[in-house]
């Protein structure tokens, strides 16, 4: 039997994850997951662990009507949804895709400035602002938020121990920033899924996720690996066609509760 043994929420794209016992699904997919980024102030593109390894450090507490932003040596900072209207939209420009998003205002722009270096905004996108999948992807009314391309990440514990046992090492889940962890399936097992199920919400297994240089920072200490592992031992076994896979993504269909320990049933 497959069990849903590990949840992770990404309140704001790149930021620390939040473990999670149970999660609530919505039109974006985990409700509050990756609704919130850091964007350059001058160019309006987005800021990711790619180019920032210090936002590995910077905790972000969903609380519905705001999050609380914490990093250290410069406290914390509550910051509500900021108000979708005409005069507070800003320009933003996350890989391929442009669009205008509320700001969430000078106070935040201030402190997230503080930790990138530079001038910087904090930006929130509300459903109706939400992107399309990229073309070929999914169906007509599926959106995603701040996500790089789908709204949910899925990754067998399998998976990850028969890629630690390659690398030599004990590797951490959150390198691989997975909203849900599945146990009790072979490695890989999940490349095969096309539709699962987990309590009351289904999901469709959309396409591989191809993985990067951010699987190298150390999430607990923001540091890259000299070694460049572990895009050093997946390149040499799931490397297909230039891009190295590892975890599937996912969209949901409709609204739902899943909890850690519950059931997940293979469909398809």
């Known amino acids: 039997m497959f069990r849903l043994s590990a949840l992770y929420r990404y309140p704001l794209k790149s930021c620390m994850g939040e473990s999670l016992q149970q999660a609530r699904f919505d039109e974006l997919g985990m409700s509050g997951d990756r609704r919130w980024m850091l964007v350059d102030e001058a160019s309006g593109r987005f800021y990711s662990q790619r180019a920032l390894p210090q936002m590995s450090q910077l ?70 602002r939400a992107r399309w999948l990229p073309s070929g992807y999914g169906a007509s009314e599926d959106r995603v938020g701040f996500a790089d391309g789908f709204p949910l990440l899925l990754i ?13 090492r004990p590797l951490e889940m959150l390198r ?68 190295i896979w590892f975890g599937q993504n996912l969209v949901s269909d409709g609204p739902g509760v899943v909890e850690v320990g519950m059931e997940v049933e293979v469909l398809e």
Request: aromatic share 6%; with cysteine.
């Open 59 to 128: 905790s972000v507490l969903w609380k519905g009507d705001g999050v609380t932003l914490s990093a250290p040596g410069l406290g914390s900072l509550d910051v509500p949804v900021p108000v979708d209207e005409e005069a507070n939209l800003r320009g933003i420009t996350i890989w391929r895709d442009t669009f205008r998003v509320p700001d969430a205002g000078e106070e935040a722009a201030r402190w997230v400035s503080a930790l990138v270096g530079k001038p910087t905004r904090l930006v929130h996108v509300p459903k109706e």
């Open 156 to 168: 067998g514990q399998s998976s990850l121990d028969d890629l630690s046992g390659k690398v030599g």
């Open 176 to 243: 691989f920033r997975p909203n849900l962890v599945v146990t009790g399936a072979e490695a890989f097992a999940e490349d095969g899924w096309k539709r699962i199920r987990i309590g009351g919400v289904e999901l469709r297994v959309l396409k591989p996720c191809s993985r990067c240089i951010m699987t190298t920072i150390d999430p607990a200490t923001g540091e890259r690996s000299a070694d460049r592992e572990p895009m050093t031992t997946l390149k040499t076994y799931r490397e297909r066609e230039g891009d």
